[in-house]
């Protein structure tokens, strides 16, 4: 079976994306799957498509680390000579000649559900959530209000166009978290604690994108749950060694404790591994997917975000969720081939 792993893209989680691909190429390679690892931004051209591909018998495997600043995407605009382009050539065909597309992308076009869509009209077959529900999760401010309409609790927030010249940052009430609506892989977001910090975590954010999110910000213990064909798996307590859970503390090893089965009372586990699956089922997501929430002092749970393409990093969450359910890397990757193989024959 031929399997396009597809990653990287013009994105600020590129790097997570290509460090994501190389793992799960090389796990379906062990597998015995034939797999090519394609960059979306970057492409392939067509008369390599073939040779593209590799197999158990290659000796060659791939290899990418995450960065600990995120990816200067204006110098890669300019060295790859793609500029805006947002698809590479050679990148559909490559997808519609495989017999699946792993999706092994974060943010951008690959998870806003634009190249679900565009799949979809190619009849190219792809793992993960479909694009209806990879918009109403990528975009923070509709997944909220999704949210809000099931009577799952979401920090009371507002969103505002960095072209919307009547707002005024004085009258932001602190703390609060500032965030671009639609990134993920917490690029462009602060904890804005003072009013020194507000002006600085604003023109952070709006480098990214011009609707931002302000939030509550909620005190409390932060957990992940990943979800699995209608199951969630082991909780994951998520204690950063210091600051908050950014872009550094989540790929730089040894800056965050992660803690696997999260230490919970037996009702609250329960509780929030229901609440995991309804905010899964009320985004319409797909096989798979990880729920993010902070738990307060009163144990309420508070849903931060759902993620359609959880990372697949050596110290992502989603993998260790999964070890501590028995399931292994490879056989995690394989099930998702699976499951994506079993949305096309339905």
Known sequence: MKVVV?????????DVSLTSGSLIANSLIKSGYDVMLLDLYLGVKNKQIPEGYKNKDSKERFSYTVPGVEPDLESLKKSSGNGE???GDGVIEACMDADIVFMALHGSIGENGKLQALFDIYGVNYTGTGYEGSLLAMDKDLSKKMMACNN??????????VKDDKFNLDDFELPCVIKPCSCGSSVGISVVKTREELEKAWEYAKKYEDEILVEKMIK????SIGVFEGEALPIIEIRPKAGFYDYKNKYQQGNTEEICPAPLDKDIENMLKQRALEVHKALRLGAYSRIDFILDENNNAYCLEANTLPGMTPISLMPQEAREAGISYDELCKSIVNSGIKKRVR
């Open 6 to 14: 597809l990653a990287g893209g013009l994105s600020p989680e590129r």
């Open 85 to 87: 382009k947002l698809i």
């Open 152 to 161: 799952i609790l979401t920090a009371d927030w507002k969103t505002i166009s």
């Open 220 to 223: 409390g213990r932060e957990f």
